[in-house]
Nanobody, 123 residues
Framework: QVQLVESGGGWVQAGGSLRLSCAAS????????TVWFRQAPGKEREFVAA????????KYADSVKGRFTISRDNARSTVYLQMNSLKPEDTATYYC????????????????WGQGTQVTVSS
């Protein structure tokens, strides 16, 4: 069964904003760290941002630090990625995933993967 569903992707001009959502149907979601990865065509998957199960710890890739914000609402079993000041190089498929700890999800040691949502930033 589908356990992580991303939404909010789309097309935006450079400098614009998008907010991605990841809705989870995992019973243990509130105890799972959550992460966003992205993968552009012809490139390897890369880490974007991670958040601990409580939301108290957040980590970001240097390429998005200061522009993206990860957050979560455990009552709604949803994690968000607010993306501001978007650049063409942010164009990719964005994947939500969950795992046991922040360190593990950052290392792609994942329990659950979403299907991905496409983000396209035009110059």
């Amino acid at each position: 069964q589908v356990q992580l569903v991303e939404s909010g992707g789309g097309w935006v001009q450079a400098g614009g904003s998008l907010r991605l959502s990841c809705a989870a149907s995992i019973p243990t979601f509130s105890s799972q760290a959550t992460v966003w990865f992205r993968q552009a065509p012809g490139k390897e998957r890369e880490f974007v941002a991670a958040i601990s199960s409580s939301g108290g710890i957040t980590k970001y890739a240097d390429s998005v630090k200061g522009r993206f914000t990860i957050s979560r609402d455990n009552a709604r079993s949803t994690v968000y990625l607010q993306m501001n000041s978007l650049k063409p190089e942010d164009t990719a498929t964005y994947y939500c995933a969950a795992g046991d700890t922040t360190a593990r999800v950052m290392g792609a040691l994942i329990n659950y993967w979403g299907q991905g949502t496409q983000v396209t930033v035009s110059s």
